[in-house]
């Protein structure tokens, strides 16, 4: 289970957190600890908190009770953005007539770090071009991102947030909307992105089938923190077999 | 005349400019409705004897603040905040006009719009506005399009996003007073949609949109006074009917190009 006490490698600790909306208990006490180089699948069926949670952890909604560190400052304190990025579970749903090109998004993920408007124009293009290289995505630099389907949209969204090299990746269900023959391949990009750039990652997912090889540490979440641990250990838990018995059917499980 | 297209021509920038991202905002009536609102303030400024256009920018202001409070506190879509005090505002102008007597003549310039009777200080005010939204969009360019595009994880990035629409609603309601003065309460929110309307419609980025609002801006504002001048027209109709032509023209350009 989670530890309450931050370890020196930590870059975030949530720490008895709870919230409500209205009279609805959405977190109770929730304490967790991501670890530099975690690739953390958040985990629960729909309406147990996970996405509350991230939102509390980047400062959207404020807890009704507990602490958040990132980097080990409270988060009021906190302003170094550009060190995490993020994907909203809806980042997909935007207007696809809006105008603008791939290689707009992207720079728009250099602006946590600094006001790009003193970044250099080929600064800009050179670190955009990079992001977009990383995520496989960069002969479509000058689409109109509308224009995408839901998959490439993704990838472009996972290149906004990693184009400030931030040292943790948040995705708050990534697949959705992603055709299911393509999430392994999804899952290798997000691979690279972790060993190769010694990213931290955490996913946020209502699909226990889609957690596979890559995933190290499961955080199971029912608006209690129901377990915390290795992904290897994960499916011999009392927490899995509840998910299961719950009606989450594991889909596809790569060992 | 020459005063007419000075001034025309900087409101019409603003607006263009403004008139792109409150599109995408999804807030196109905000125009229509702070107009209306405002229509109170000009009632007020009348029946007092204050300056009206006064007294009209300084409710536009306080209405664009509280609109967007309420749809921040209250839950409330930003259309239904728009609705509630467009309808309101002019419902409380209709009374203060009904208690007074003998400014119809004043309030129908209000209505229609007077830009050819507009003085020097009011043209130094348009510059002014214009180049504060200009310089505004300029120096925040990406974060607004950030906010623009994608609320939320502009908010995860640590950008100040209620400020930003603070200040988009604040300049909105200046714009909106300032081209009162061009083409009256009435039609004041075509110069807001119209030519960013004509922007977004074929633009494949977003400063192209703007740059395209701005042109479309401009020749609306030029062609539709000379018309005015030499056919003895209403220039707030003449301007407005040329920015929907060129509209038209765009719509016909994206048809065939596609």
């Known amino acids: ?255 | 005349m020459q005063r007419a297209v000075i001034a025309g021509v900087f409101i019409a920038v603003a607006c263009a400019v403004l008139g792109v991202f409150l599109i995408l905002r999804r807030e196109s009536m905000i125009g229509h409705g702070l107009a209306h609102a405002a229509f109170a303030g000009v009632a007020i400024g009348l029946l007092l004897d204050i300056m009206p256009l006064g007294a009209a920018l300084i409710l536009a202001v306080l209405i664009s603040i509280l609109i967007l409070k309420l749809r921040d506190r209250a839950g409330l879509y930003g259309d239904t905040g728009i609705a509630i005090f467009s309808s309101a505002g002019f419902a409380l102008g209709i009374i203060l006009v009904s208690m007074a007597q003998g400014f119809n003549v004043d309030l129908f310039s209000y209505l229609f719009g007077e830009i050819l009777a507009i003085d020097t200080t009011e043209v130094w005010l348009s510059i002014i506005l214009a180049a504060a939204v200009v310089s505004m969009v300029f120096f925040n360019y990406n974060r607004l399009l950030y906010i623009t595009f994608d609320w939320e994880s502009a908010r995860a990035s640590g950008i100040k996003v209620k400020r930003l629409d603070m200040m988009i609603a604040v300049l909105t309601a200046v714009t909106v007073i300032m081209g009162m003065k061009v083409v009256g309460i009435i039609l004041v929110s075509a110069l807001l949609v119209i030519p960013a309307a004509s922007g977004l419609l074929v633009a494949k980025n977003f400063k192209r949109a703007i740059i395209i609002a701005i042109i479309n801006a401009l020749i609306s504002v030029v062609i539709g006074l000379t018309l005015s001048f030499h056919l003895n027209i209403p220039a707030s109709g003449a301007l407005v009917l040329m920015s929907f032509l060129i509209f038209g023209i765009m719509m016909i350009f994206k048809k065939y190009r596609n």
């Open chain 1, 1 to 255: 289970m989670a530890s309450h006490a931050a370890e020196p490698n930590t870059l975030v600790s949530i720490s008895d957190v709870s919230y409500f909306y209205g009279n609805n208990h959405v977190l109770d006490q929730v304490s967790l600890n991501i670890r530099k180089g975690d690739f953390l699948a958040v985990i629960g069926p729909n309406g147990s908190g996970k996405t509350t949670l991230i939102k509390i952890m980047l400062g959207l909604l404020n807890p009704g009770q507990g602490e958040v560190k990132l980097f080990g400052k409270l988060l009021r304190d906190f302003t170094d953005w550009g060190k995490i990025g993020y994907v909203p579970q809806k980042a997909t749903h935007f207007d696809p007539f809006f105008p603008i090109s791939v290689k707009e998004v992207v720079s728009l993920g250099l602006i946590s770090n600094r006001n790009i408007a003193f970044i250099s124009k080929s600064e800009e293009e050179q670190a955009v071009k990079k992001a977009l290289c990383r995520v496989e995505m960069n002969h479509l630099i000058h689409k109109r991102i509308g224009s995408l389907s839901s998959g490439q949209q993704q990838r472009v969204f996972i290149a906004r947030a990693i184009v400030s090299d931030p040292d943790i990746l948040i995705l708050d269900e990534p697949t959705t909307g992603v055709d299911a023959s393509m999430h392994d391949r999804f899952f290798d990009m997000l691979n690279v992105l972790h060993k190769e750039n010694n990213l931290t990652i955490v996913l946020i997912t209502h699909e226990i089938g889609i957690i596979n090889k890559h995933i190290s540490q499961v955080a199971c979440l029912n608006q209690k923190l129901i377990y915390h641990g290795k992904h290897s250990d994960f499916c011999n838990s009392e927490a899995f077999k509840k998910m299961i018995s719950g009606g989450h059917h594991l889909i596809s499980h790569h060992h």
